[in-house]
């Protein structure tokens, strides 16, 4: 079953603003992962996030962590029309070596 | 960065034929490949995970007979649905992993069974 749960189910927005979305999960990870879809083609790796860590960068992307409320954010800044797809969080299966389970998603639109 | 590439992109097939889905990693060797279908709207359902030189462990549901996979070297997975009929229509994505945590995945391929 799913590991993760996403929300919103989805968001829309104006170009620049920023977009927050969130993932919870239910037993202990190591790290958790966010992907990006755009509407029929593969997943795009965004960013890891260790479960030592609370906070990661990467250009417009901001990624927090909490394990204690076993939750994570993804925050889009200054967004674009380009960043239209759909995000999902990915934590690996408990003990399931390197298989991942994914969230149920969140449809971002980015209107202009 | 890594690159994975799925082969055929779409295909469309009659009911009670097989299909054949390749992925390969294009750049790096994968000793891992991780199979997914995905519904309209829906999140990626892992189906089974393909280790190279052995067989493949399949997900509790996945029926291993209905879905074959081998993954005959450190860059190609197959998986061939068999005997394909419209409730297998879906997206199926492979991923490969090096070493590291990170899966990468292939740009998925459609399959419509009529």
């Known amino acids: 079953s799913q590991q993760g749960e996403e929300d919103p189910q989805a968001l829309s927005i104006q170009e620049g603003e920023n977009a927050t979305m969130n993932c919870s999960y239910k037993?202990?990870?190591?790290?958790l992962q966010w992907y990006r879809q755009n509407s029929g083609r593969g997943l795009v790796h965004l960013i890891l996030?260790?479960?030592?860590?609370r906070e990661k960068h990467s250009g417009r992307l901001r990624v927090t962590l909490d394990t204690s409320k076993k939750s994570s954010s993804l925050l889009i800044t200054a967004s674009r029309a380009a960043d239209t797809a759909s995000y999902f969080c990915?934590?690996?299966?408990?003990?399931?070596?390197?298989?991942?389970?994914f969230g149920t998603g969140t449809q971002l639109k980015v209107e202009l | 960065g890594a690159v994975v590439s799925q082969h055929p992109s779409w295909v469309i097939c009659k009911s009670g034929t097989s299909v054949k889905i390749e992925c390969r990693s294009l750049?790096?060797?994968?000793?891992?490949m991780f199979w997914y279908r995905q519904f309209p709207k829906q999140s990626l359902m892992l189906m089974a995970t393909?280790?190279?030189?052995?067989?493949?462990?399949?997900e509790q549901g996945v029926e291993k007979d209905k879905f074959l996979i081998n993954h005959a070297s450190l860059t190609l997975s197959t998986l061939t649905v068999t005997s394909a009929h419209p409730e297998d229509s879906s997206f199926y994505i492979c991923?490969?992993?090096?070493?590291?945590?990170?899966?990468?995945f292939g740009p998925g391929t459609r399959l419509t069974v009529l």
């Open positions: 996030i260790r479960s030592n860590e």
């Open positions: 991923s490969a992993r090096q070493t590291s945590d990170t899966q990468y």
């Open positions: 393909s280790n190279e030189g052995s067989k493949a462990t399949y």
């Open positions: 750049d790096f060797q994968a000793t891992t």
């Open positions: 037993t202990s990870i190591n790290n």
């Open positions: 990915a934590t690996p299966l408990r003990g399931g070596g390197n298989k991942l389970t």
